[in-house]
C-alpha cells in the first residue's frame, strides 16, 4: 500500500525557516490535488494551503505571503516552505494527495502521518 512519508519538521525560533516534504513511498500512476493541513493542540484541522495538478494555490490567509507550497509529480512530492514562522504555526502537519495508483483506477485521498512543527523562543 502507498503511503505518505513526510519530513522536516522540527523546533525554529520565531522568524525562522522550515520546508516540509512529503513523499509517496512508491510509484504511482497519477496525482490530483496535493494539499498541506495542520491541526494545533485544541483546535480542529485547518487547511493551510493546496496546490492542484496544475499549479494553481490557494492559502489560507493566515499563511499568505509566508509559506509557498510546490510540487514534484514525477517524484511523487509535495514541498511546504516556510518563512517568518510565528509562535501560532504550531501544529502537527499533514500533506494530503489524491491518488490515482493505475490506470483507471479509483482516486483516494492520502494523508501523511504527520510532522510536528513547534516555534518558539
Known amino acids: 500500500q502507498v503511503q505518505l512519508v513526510e519530513s522536516g519538521g522540527g523546533l525554529v525560533q520565531p522568524g525562522g525557516s522550515l520546508r516540509l516534504s512529503c513523499a509517496a513511498s512508491?510509484?504511482?500512476?497519477?496525482?490530483?490535488?496535493m494539499g498541506w493541513y495542520r491541526q494545533a493542540p485544541g483546535y480542529q484541522r485547518e487547511l493551510v494551503v493546496t496546490?492542484?495538478?496544475?499549479?494553481?494555490?490557494n492559502y489560507a490567509n493566515s499563511v499568505k505571503g509566508r509559506f509557498t507550497v510546490s510540487r514534484d509529480n514525477a517524484k511523487g512530492t509535495v514541498y511546504l516552505q516556510m518563512d517568518s514562522l510565528k509562535p501560532e504555526d504550531t501544529a502537527v502537519y499533514y500533506c494530503?494527495?489524491?491518488?490515482?495508483?493505475?490506470?483507471?483506477?479509483?482516486?483516494?485521498?492520502?494523508w501523511g502521518q504527520g510532522t510536528q512543527v513547534t516555534v518558539s523562543s
Open positions: 496546490i492542484t495538478s496544475a499549479g494553481s494555490t
Open positions: 494530503n494527495m489524491r491518488v490515482r495508483l493505475y490506470r483507471n483506477g479509483p482516486i483516494d485521498d492520502y
Open positions: 512508491e510509484s504511482i500512476y497519477s496525482i490530483g490535488d
